[in-house]
């Protein structure tokens, strides 16, 4: 049987950068990490991935349906979503609304039984509604489902945006920075939700992190990426030990133990 | 019953009561519009707002339209340009897709049914037409769909074009079809040119109606009907869907909104309002010719959405109805009043105002007080005047 996800090959140029050389990236379930420096091309697989920019070489398939050619919203229907590192929210919707819009791709509703009103509209709307505040409780947010999404905290968008791209039901989760501006105990509090997810749903994930105790805690696999290639891959400790990952991603081979506990 | 309740009953009783006795004054007029503008604002029980509402808008404006016919002609005037604002609503103020040629799509229904419903169309077919007036009931029908057709085939080659872009485009197709109206007279007389399609049939009037009345309360009743479409539309994944697409199109689009498809039917619902208005607005004109579709009037319907609260149902309408009565009646009654000064010589620190030059005529002053009035309303309040306001989805399970 294929693997729930796999990349192979995937390459991306933009005019003469190449950001992108042939990775090779599978994942059957747990949580798999991609870390690497500024630039080295994570977020260009994200978006690859998920469908916002054509790859020029390579294939990825997603329970064996290959995603190439495929647009972003068929790729979410298919059970591939995301967050963002810049936090994308809609900002001048509620929070509960935020939601609803990551469900879109579950809505069997049309234009008809949105005009008549009829009861399978009402039915919909009121099980679109439980299961939005179930995934808002998730989360820790239905204390706030009515508010405006822009006046969140920071470590709330966040969140927002994890529950966001749950409601679209997907079977692989891509999570890309998730930590990023949270405090020490929030960003465990979220990684501990994490594992849950991975349990309680099955869910496969991949997180871009730069948050290296949360990779080291959290992940079953680590990616390293530098300049658009994979150079090390593996449990969370080899790849802490790997000569050129140390190099290329942490920094000086003498300080770099202690460098990367600390960051 | 509570103080409001009682002010606002008073208000619509008394403001009909003086456009009664002094049927010529613009300013009892307003006091009645006024009135229901308090009516809706005011806290007072659904039942009564929605009486008081009913019975002004069923019943005593159509009164007055007997005391004053002019009165009902800038009532229907202020549904046609409401049907209108909320279609607009829809592209720019939900779906965030700015239009400046939406009165397109107005022309193709008015034209649809001008063309069908006249004898015109006896030069392209032959003979037979026009067809009888019961057909205008099928051609607002026919004008909804050819209307949503066009904005479908405006909407493909849009698609990838945002802000500035899609505005200099929807701009440049709403002047297309105003040029091919100009322009549709030779090899095949389409569109008789500049001078238009006269006389176009009206419908037999039920219950012996004169035609005003007739008009007006067709008006009002596609004007709750789009209402309804729109607020249903508002409160779906469709209309999630369309905000999100506002808000972040990036993000709408990896969260499975189809992009095409939602931006198609935010053009297409768009469209189809101004298509069944243009087919009444063609039957209750009589004569049609490409000058009412000018670039002036998408910018005027988009002026209403803008001021009335982007996004926002009773905004639009209000807008309309601010803009329409503005243009109609106060901008017009002023410069009649300052030209009655005029003419009575009347001095001002010394200065005769009959010696003014024409070039300060007070006509002239119009479209510039009707310029600051949006300027300032920009500056002082750029969210509109009935902003939309964020839905509170009720949540049973909720309750703190």
Redesign the interface.
Known sequence: MAALFDARGVTKRFGGLTALQAVDFALESGIASIIGPNGAGKTTLFNIF?G?YPADEGSVTFRGRALFGL???QI??LGI??T?QNI???????V??NV????????A?G?WD??S?GPR?ART?AD??TRA?ALLDRVGL??N??D?ARNLPYGDQRRLELA??L??EPALLLLDEPTAGMTRTEAGALMRLLRELVVDLGLAIILIEHNMRVVMEVSDRVTVLDHGEKIAEGPPREVQSDARVIEAYLGTRGSAPQRARRA | MSLYSVLATAAVALSSLAVATAPRSVLAFLAFQGALLFVYLARIPTWLRVGLLGVALLLLMPLIGAFNGYYLEVATQVGIFAALALGLNIVVGLAGLLDLGYVAFFAVGAYSWAIFGSPHANVIFGGGFPLAGVWFYAFLFVGLFVAAITGILLGLPVLRLHGDYLAIVTLGFGEVIRVLANNLDKPINLTNGPKGITPISRPPAPLGLPYGEYFYFLVLLIVVVVVLVNRRLEDSHIGRAWEAIREDELAARAMGVPLVRMKLLAFACGASFAGIMGVLFSAKQVFINPESFTFLESIGVLAMVILGGMGSIPGAVLGATVVTVLNLQVLKGLSLWLNELKNAGVTVLGYSLADLPTQFEPAKYERMIFGVILVLMMIFRPQGILPARRRQRELAHLER
């Not at chain 1, 994308?88 to 509620?94: E, G, K, S, W, Y």
């Not at chain 1, 609803?100 to 809505?107: A, C, F, K, T």
Request: charged letters at 15%.
């Open positions: 998920t916002l647009r972003p919203d979410t229907a979503c995301r963002f994308r929210l809609f900002a001048n919707m509620t509960i609304e609803l819009v990551g469900m879109n791709s579950r809505i509703l234009l949105v005009l009103h509209f709307e679109l509604s505040v239905q204390a489902a009515n405006v966001r791209a409601a679209s």
